[in-house]
C-alpha cells in the first residue's frame, strides 16, 4: 500500500543551465514530492507482512539538457523500517539518528551522453 500525500509535476521549458564550460539548454524538469510513503514488505502468501517501510519529505528530480546529458537527486526526510514479525526481537530495523536534521540521506547522479545507447555516469554521491 502505498500513500502519497502530495504528488507534484513540474515541467519547465527552454531555462539555461552551465554545465562544465558549456552553456546547455534544461528542455525538461520532473520532481516529485511526497509528503508521507508507507509499504509493506509480505510474505510469499501475501497475507503476513514482515516489514513496514515508512519514508517522508521526500523530492526527486530529475533535469533533462539539449546536450544530452541528465542530473538526478533524491533527497529523503525521515526513513524508517519497522519489523513486523510477532516473535522477533527487535522491532525498529532503521530509524534516524538524530532528529535535528531537515534530510536523512540526499543522493546526486550526473549522466554524460550515452555512448553506444548506455548512459555515462560523470558524478554519484552524496551531496
Request: proline share 2%.
Amino acid at each position: 500500500m502505498i500513500k502519497i500525500e502530495v504528488l507534484r509535476l513540474i515541467e519547465n521549458v527552454c531555462l539555461r543551465y552551465f554545465l562544465g564550460n558549456k552553456l546547455a539548454r534544461l528542455e525538461r524538469r520532473y520532481e516529485l514530492h511526497g509528503g508521507s510513503i508507507t509499504w509493506y514488505i509480505k510474505h510469499d502468501d501475501g497475507q503476513i507482512p514482515n516489514a513496514q517501510f515508512l519514508l517522508r519529505n521526500i523530492l526527486y528530480t530529475k533535469r533533462y539538457y539539449e546536450n544530452g546529458t541528465n542530473e538526478h537527486s533524491i533527497s529523503i526526510g525521515q526513513a524508517k523500517v519497522d519489523n513486523l514479525l510477532p516473535d522477533d526481537r527487535y522491532r525498529t530495523i532503521l530509524t534516524a539518528n538524530c532528529q535535528q536534521q531537515q534530510t536523512m540521506i540526499r543522493v546526486y547522479c550526473k549522466e554524460g551522453e550515452s555512448v553506444g545507447g548506455i548512459a555515462v555516469k560523470e558524478h554519484l554521491g552524496k551531496i
